[in-house]
């Protein structure tokens, strides 16, 4: 990427083992995450670009001498930073702030969106596949992660009523993550009607298309005037984030998935009057993949749905675009 | 209270039954509360007057009709709010959101600093105490309940590093709180020291008398650089909020018990790539009196430390200014 709007395709150097904890990745599957459309409409233009790209699978190419679970041959995925897997925040399931550990695309490491990636502390990033490559196998890698990681930390349980904000890829896998975690009621906040069928066939018991306070008052109808126990919130804005506020109960929790497009935000003396807990957040989805894959494998949840169309790697500029556009929800590139 | 800087001692009329749920309750004990100070430095003058106290311990006079928990003679200790104790609110233990709750000294309820004392939903509200009065029963009506609520919300468990923003009573009873729950390092941020040395009696590990990026320097030092797992900020101002974003890790928890002085707070993209989670709240402290009551009639906590001086009711008005000047860290009232 070389800027706002601008996306090419190039040929680098093709990566090779610089440490003795790396490997090297030939990409099978790729996409474009919703975060990368941030940089697609605000970055400011360079000389130099930057790769892109930070959800992928693929075959393990070339390993470091001092691997031990990794060997070439091996399908793997790959969560969306890499991590030693041994630190203490490791440790306790926050892979991202990992004190090796970082991100694709800088600091001489390889973007996902190309055809090889060398991959840092490949022992603790990677997760061996047992199948043949996958979108659904895929989504582990980040937005499945991702909307499960809002589910968790709301804290969302059996019987609860939720309420999802954000018909994105996000929201959709957090529908399912929390009809996973056995949410009785699953309220969708979504105006795109492709999405929110998918949505529904994901769990989502209701969809709320309006709204603001309009919003408010349908999710207040729906649940019998009480507001929902757990909100995950996957869109980033300060509406949101209100809309949020005013539709949970007191002593309810609110998950934080979009970025926030604010600095600043609510939290005087009514929020705490209120007992809301404001959770969430980046998504530590290397904690989750071993979790989550069997539920994969057997087609308990079905998360590659999210893919409605594929790009090849020459195409990716098209997928930014589409995506930006919202004709498209979530473009997987091929290889 | 009659608006800032005024309160006085006047004749009202004896409380009597009006609803066959209410009980009429001689007081015994009660107390100053820091929230009563706010209004003491900001309310407008009236002509009117408002009752004020919400933290009282006395002796069952009188009974309404569909009491069967609370009978005539007992003594029993209030929670500082009135909860029926069986709506959906109190059955999560969020006693402060009764549907059919409501606070002292105002809509036709008597406050707590007076002799006697209407309390609505009185099977649901008063509980029963074994033994004789105690100022540290009494600290089970709010401040003792407070601290502890911290402690829980902030998650607070076995070997964790807690940091406690404030040396005020709630401050104190959270220290206290903490190291009952098996926190290892408790670190008190104060700076008055006789308040702080009975934080150390209370469990406080180390002590930091400096305040803001300097505050946030000692707390990594005394933390080997990590930074404490667990914050309780029991001040509730925007650089206290500040401190405790500073000095938690990444994946913590700040739990805020101080009433917020500010609307608007730091919510940006920076918290959430952190994973901090924001909770904490004001406190149900009926939710937490049968757990609490037995560590203090058996010893194992005297929070009734934090009383450093005593009052009759006509020298309220003077334990209000003591307390107003930090001449007296919490006042009790004795009648």
Redo the contacts between chains.
Sequence with gaps: MYGAGSVRIENRPDPRIQQPTDAVVRTVLSCVCGSDLWPYKSMPATDTGRPMGHEFLGVVEEVGSDLSGINAGDLVVAPFTYCDNTC??CA???H??CRQGGRYGIDGVDGGQGEAVRVPHADGTLVKLPVGADSSLLTLSDVMGTGHHGAV?AGVDHGDSVLVIGDGAVGLCAVLAARRLGAQQIILMGRHTDRTDLGRDFGATDVVAERGEEGVARVRDLTGG?GVEKVIEAVGTRQT?ETALASV???GIIS?LG??Q????????S????????????R?ARAYIEELMPDVLDGTIAPGRVFDRSFSLDETPDAYQTMTDRHVLKALITF
């Design positions: 203490d925040y306790r399931g926050l991202i702030s930390t009480r984030l109960i007191d002593g934080r970025v926030p604010y600095e600043e935000g609510p939290l005087g003396p929020t705490i009057m209120r007992n809301i807990t404001l959770t969430g957040s980046r530590p």
